[in-house]
């Protein structure tokens, strides 16, 4: 099946981000050494980690509200 406008992408062996295909060089560790690539790695990994976070807890407070909000038309 041909699909317009889909863009296939692979991880970088250096810094396990997300690349193009069609791009010769991953854009995010290009010039970086492999310390640096490393760095990158994890520093993006604390980020995801910490969104993650936030959004389970946003989550959690609108579970509670909806829960609330039952509870009070339900006996009311």
């Not at 295909?21 to 995010?28: A, Q, R, T």
Request: glycine share 4%; proline share 4%; aromatic share 10%.
């Amino acid at each position: 099946m041909f699909r317009l406008g889909l863009i296939r992408s692979k991880p970088c062996t250096r810094c396990g981000l997300e690349v193009n295909d069609l791009e010769p060089e991953c854009p995010h560790c290009k010039g970086f050494s492999d310390l640096q690539a490393v760095y990158l790695k994890q520093a993006y990994k604390d980020d995801l980690i910490q969104r993650n976070k936030s959004l389970a807890k946003l989550f959690c407070k609108l579970t509670a509200v909806a829960v609330i909000i039952t509870l009070v038309v339900f006996f009311v």
